[in-house]
């Protein structure tokens, strides 16, 4: 077999054979194939897409490319749960200790955030002292201790789709129905999930733009899963406008906190109790949806989540002393600059996009995967869309140490749409595909 007839077949709008996946997935990973051979194939999966038979053969190739976790040793269901990825996408923070406070233990691994989309162990990593790399043995004592860990992905789970995603970062090759399938399911596949929770994003700020798209995505990974066994549902919601009001590392971390203590933005309170519940519902500690959504909402209500929260963050090795004097530690005032309303009217819609887009100039987003984060740095909105708003009146805050920063004051400020008239805002939850 040759990659090069491999290329041809699907630049021709072929289906792969299962043995042309096999063929060039081993390949890759064992570096017996160049990355340029596999950019040009990527470039025709992109194009000419996959059959859901390819994209099913193409997630178990990557799930074979390397090691696979046995939770085993934690009893229960393990219910995993993975965003597609968008702009103040805090809600693993949140969910994770609401269902492991209801009593469900929750082994969770993370992953690193790559340009405007935020990643969850880079927002725990804000917290002086968490160490996100445990042995497979401390994660597992410590979901069986605690009922909850987040850890970095594990060496050597799915290198297939550590080296496939890199090169799809700089390919524009990213956003591809059948790559992003397989992507999430290999990774939730191999790291042991029972059953899984997906959160599809849909909008400006998310890999899919429209909703057709997010359907067929979230489609494609439902049937991955069921075939394989799992139990999968996917949850499509609004990216149209950042979730919650705080971008960045710590201050996301900051908004997380002011969630599970009962203080938290109502987008992001819907969306992180809507996930929870339908955790609860595969692991099966919940009958029905509204059983679910009443056993979440009392976690918070009860403090319970909260409490989670702290013990697995200090068994993580987080400074406790940072998320109790959270306003001081987490947010920088000193490198704060106002962005002020440039009329007055109604806030119409805060572009996700342009708002990931500022956020990542100020630093809090990773250009490559070599640069370093400022942890600090972000947006927090202090408006939202439907509000009225006088000329002048504060309406974000930016967070930088950098010195030239004028560029993400003016994306910033072009993000906000004021008009004259009133807006219904749009619902946030779009749709559940099982
Ligand atoms: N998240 C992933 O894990 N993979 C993708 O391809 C896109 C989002």
């Known amino acids: 077999m040759r990659m090069y007839d491999i290329i041809v077949n699907k630049r021709d709008g072929l289906r792969l054979t299962e043995e042309e996946i096999h063929y060039f997935i081993q390949n890759y990973v064992h570096g017996k ?83 405007h989309t935020g990643g969850t162990i880079d927002k725990l990593e804000s917290v002086t002292g968490f160490r996100a790399e445990l042995t497979v043995d401390q994660f597992i004592e410590q979901v069986n201790e605690k009922r909850l860990a987040i850890v970095g992905q594990s060496g050597n789970l799915t290198p297939a789709d550590k080296k496939l995603y890199a090169l799809r970062d700089v390919t524009a090759t990213v956003d591809s129905i059948p790559l992003i399938a397989s992507s999430i399911m290999s990774k939730k596949i191999a790291a042991g999930a029972d059953a899984i929770v997906l959160d599809v994003k849909v909008g400006s700020g998310a890999f899919m733009k429209t909703f057709d798209e997010a359907v067929k995505l979230s489609k494609e990974m439902v049937a991955i899963g069921e075939n394989l066994g799992r139990s999968t549902v996917a949850i499509i919601s609004d990216m149209d406008q950042p979730l919650g009001y705080a971008v960045g590392n710590s201050l996301e971390v900051y908004e997380a906190i002011q969630t599970l203590k009962g203080n938290g933005p109502q987008d992001l309170l819907e969306v992180c109790i809507k996930l929870s519940s339908y955790m609860l519902l595969l692991g099966q500690l919940a009958n029905n949806e509204g059983e679910a959504e009443v056993m979440a909402t009392q976690a918070i209500d009860d403090g319970s989540a909260y409490a989670c929260f702290l013990e697995f963050m200090q068994a993580q090795g987080a400074d406790l002393q940072i998320l109790i004097n959270q306003e001081e530690s987490l947010i920088s005032k000193e490198n704060c600059k106002i962005i002020t309303a440039k009329h007055s009217g109604f806030i119409q819609h805060i572009s996700a996009s342009q708002i990931g887009h500022a956020s990542m100039i100020l630093g809090a987003g990773r250009e490559t995967k070599e640069s370093a984060i400022d942890y600090f740095a972000g947006v927090r909105l202090l408006r939202k869309p439907g509000e009225f708003v006088q000329v002048g009146e504060q309406i974000a805050e930016a967070y930088s140490t950098k010195a030239d920063i004028g560029q993400a004051l003016s994306l910033i400020q072009q993000a906000y749409i004021i008009g004259d008239h009133s807006i219904d805002q749009p619902a946030l939850i779009k749709a559940i595909i099982t």
Do not use: F
């Open 33 to 115: 194939i160049p990355d340029y051979q596999i950019s040009a194939l990527l470039m025709a999966i992109y194009l000419n897409g996959m059959t859901s038979e390819e994209t099913a053969q193409l997630t178990l190739e990557m799930v074979k490319s390397g090691d696979t976790i046995d939770l085993s040793r934690i009893s229960g269901l393990k219910v995993d749960k993975h965003s597609t990825g968008g702009v103040g996408d805090k809600a693993t923070l949140i969910v994770a200790p609401i269902v492991a406070a209801c009593g469900l233990p929750v082994a969770k691994m993370s992953g690193r955030g790559l340009g």
